[in-house]
T-cell receptor
């Protein structure tokens, strides 16, 4: 699976959009980009995933560049409860049921 | 609520002891994964089961073992415990469809403290 690179930390004002970048320059054509977050000591929570098209759900939007070498997770109106560590993971599904490889993620602090 | 349950929530024990952590996957999920999260190592994959069979192994110590039962719940057994085994242990489950997107959903974790 491709390695991903994320900034170690970011701040965001409450009510503003939080844009979390992820670099995955070695991603291959069959690897999805998955985002999870972990609120302090809770189990990681699935947010969204995508292959090459932009995706949106009730939690966030995922923007993947055309060359697929990077992506951005967007939380449109960040709240204090969005303070968490966000993990970007490239996941190949050729073999199915692939374990997740977590990096250090980005620690997002939403500030009132 | 992810639908994955883990018991117990907290466990305090002494070095040299043995403990069992239990996980019940979401209804219909065939795959169960175990992860360990310690302060210095981050979240690390330990072992995966699919429909009762071991599917993949990660950084799991020989002192640790796991199994998945016919009702699909799983247990992680940790023996000869050391101080360094103190960590959060998470279980995740997924449907287990091969070759398709297969999102993992995590339980709330078991916090193990070895004194």
């Amino acid at each position: 699976d491709a390695k991903t690179t994320q900034p170690p930390s970011m701040d965001c004002a409450e009510g503003r959009a939080a844009n979390l970048p992820c670099n995955h320059s070695t991603i291959s054509g069959n690897e999805y980009v998955y985002w999870y977050r972990q609120i302090h000591s809770q189990g990681p929570q699935y947010i969204i995933h995508g292959l090459k098209n932009n995706e949106t759900n009730e939690m966030a939007s995922l923007i993947i560049t055309e060359d697929r070498k990077s992506s951005t997770l967007i939380l449109p109106h960040a709240t204090l409860r969005d303070t968490a560590v966000y993990y970007c993971i490239a996941l190949s599904l050729n073999s199915g049921n692939t374990p997740l490889v977590f990096g250090k993620g980005t620690r997002l602090s939403v500030i009132a | 609520d992810s639908g994955v349950t883990q018991t117990p929530k907290h466990l305090i024990t002494a070095t040299g002891q043995r403990v069992t952590l239990r996980c019940s996957p979401r209804s219909g999920d065939l795959s169960v994964y175990w992860y360990q999260q310690s302060l210095d190592q981050g979240l690390q994959f330990l072992i995966q089961y699919y429909n009762g069979e071991e599917r993949a192994k990660g950084n799991i110590l020989e002192r640790f073992s796991a199994q998945q039962f016919p009702d699909l719940h799983s247990e992680l057994n940790l023996s000869s415990l050391e101080l360094g085994d103190s960590a959060l242990y998470f279980c995740a489950s997924s449907v287990g469809r091969s070759g398709l997107t297969d999102t993992q959903y995590f339980g709330p974790g078991t916090r193990l403290t070895v004194l």
